[in-house]
């Protein structure tokens, strides 16, 4: 065990070294899990999930909650102490890889490199109605405490809102002549939102030239760090994600660092579409 630490103690954290999860005191390995299992609720169903949780390593455990969810699943919630441990020094961290500007240097880079403003659309795709997220983004009242791309003189934000075609997100961003897209996808039920987000970028690539698709941003709470490549987008943003960060990183990528030649050429004129 690394150094040892109780919450509100004042110690400097582990950062280094094995630790196990802190319960009731320092290394005691207590988790909390919850889980469905399809079984009707009976005593059987009771251990089945006491079955689960020992070859997850929860030992011991108890079973703290079990409610029936209709006539054939029970839900589950578990405690115990789990026999893994944490080895922090090979834990893999992907780290932000552009500074974080002030919104007024956001705006006199985009001024300087650009000479116009930078455009977005954003978008819900495919049957997704969770609007919160991109709204938390795009709109000019913001999130946590920071306000959103509308906010941006130099940014000009075109939302299209909830469950937006992919066909039809395409067409507006060469209507809006967008440099980045940005779309949001928070339900993520039988992989939906992988499956939507590859076939936009996808959608992208065929419509447009190549080296001249719009950058490519796609954000929600599940979508796993380092998953862009796989994607086919340029960034993904995950939980916690703030419109600061987001205009940062489209000045990095659009615009270059503030004292370099944009990255991306000043948008052409457009062709007639
Ligand atoms: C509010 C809500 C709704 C509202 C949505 C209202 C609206 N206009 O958005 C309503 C009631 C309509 C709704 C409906 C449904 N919902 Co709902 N909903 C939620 C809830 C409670 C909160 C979501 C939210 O607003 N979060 C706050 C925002 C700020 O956070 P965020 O979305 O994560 O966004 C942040 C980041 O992810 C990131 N981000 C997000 N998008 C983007 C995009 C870009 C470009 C960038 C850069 C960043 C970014 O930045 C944001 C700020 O940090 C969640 C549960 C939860 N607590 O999260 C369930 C939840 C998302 N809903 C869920 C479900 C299942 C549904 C329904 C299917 C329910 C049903 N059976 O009808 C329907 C689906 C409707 C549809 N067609 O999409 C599930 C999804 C499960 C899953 N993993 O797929 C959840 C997780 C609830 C649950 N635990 O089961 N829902």
Redesign the pocket.
């Known amino acids: 065990m690394s150094e040892r630490h109780t919450p509100g103690s004042g110690e400097a954290p582990a950062r280094t070294g094995v630790v196990r999860p802190y319960g009731d005191m320092t290394g005691d390995g207590m988790v909390q899990v919850s889980f469905t299992l399809p079984v009707r609720h009976d005593k059987r169903a009771e251990g089945a999930a006491l079955q689960l949780a020992a070859k997850m390593g929860l030992a011991p455990a108890l079973l703290v909650h079990a409610k029936a969810m209709g006539p054939d699943h029970t839900f589950f919630v578990v405690y115990g102490s789990v026999t893994h441990l944490v080895e922090l020094d090979k834990v893999e961290v992907v780290e932000r890889d552009f500074p974080l500007l002030p919104a007024k240097d956001v705006n006199a880079t985009i001024k300087r490199t650009l000479r116009r403003p930078l455009v977005v659309v ?1 978008a819900c795709i495919g ?8 709204d ?2 795009l709109n000019i009242k913001g ?1 946590a405490g920071e306000k959103g791309l509308e906010y941006y003189s130099e940014i000009t934000v075109v939302n299209l809102g ?2 937006v075609l992919v066909p039809e997100l395409v067409e507006e961003a060469r209507a809006h002549r967008a440099d980045a897209v ?3 996808q ?4 039988r992989d939906a939102h992988i499956a939507n987000t590859t076939q936009m970028s996808a959608a992208f690539r065929e419509a447009y030239p190549a080296g001249r698709v719009p950058l490519l ?6 979508f796993e760090e380092g998953s862009a490549g796989a994607l086919g987008v340029d960034r993904v ?6 419109p600061g960060e ?1 205009a940062s990183y489209l000045v990095h990528a659009l615009c270059g660092p503030a004292d370099r030649a944009p990255a991306r050429q000043p948008r052409p004129e457009r062709k007639s579409a």
């Open positions: 954003g049957t997704d109605a969770h609007t919160v997220g991109i938390a983004i999130f909830a469950q940005l779309v949001s928070v339900v993520t039920q941003i796609a954000g929600g709470p599940r943003f995950g939980k916690g994600t703030t987001v």
